[in-house]
């Protein structure tokens, strides 16, 4: 079975298409904008699900996904992407976005994290299926490691002594977020005709 992403995100649609060989992605051509308003990222993937299936008629993957800091009281949670863009008055690079978080956790202690993804399978509106998966870290005092994306640089994994961008893209799918997602909704989905 095809399904479209509901993204324009390369980094995203890259990584996904890796994590779920069995599943036929397609990179939507351009995304219709939905407003994430929902509190969930459940609710934001599932919005932009329906909102693209409203659009094409095909069945649609949708991800959403964001970093949860404990001692920000889980923020920038839903609003990971456009983290710092109300004080700024612009969305932020990722870089500029790392270093705003790090700036907001300078004499914070508790630098526990998590990562977390949520998957939506909207097959038709009687058929929609979801996963949501989480990986926990420590928020680094700098940004360490090249590859990954957003805050992939200061999201230290203890189990492996690195940082997600420090990690080759093969171990963060076993580690990750998004990896953990994938793998749950491959199972979801290798029986769906």
Known sequence: MNFILATTNDHKYSELKALMPNINLIKAENMVEVDENEPTFWGNALLKAKALYDIIGMPVIADDSGLCVKALNNQPGVKTARYGSDVFNRILES?????????????????????????????????IYSVTE?????????????????????FFLPELNMTMAEIDSKTKGLYSHRGRAARAMNKLLENIK
């Open 95 to 127: 870089h500029e976005r790392n270093e705003y978080l790090l700036k907001n956790l300078e004499s914070v202690k508790d630098r526990d994290a998590s990562f977390v993804c949520s998957l939506v399978a909207y097959i038709n509106p009687n058929r």
């Open 134 to 154: 989480e990986v926990k870290g420590i928020i680094t005092k700098e940004q360490f490691g090249k590859d990954g994306f957003g805050y992939d640089p200061i």
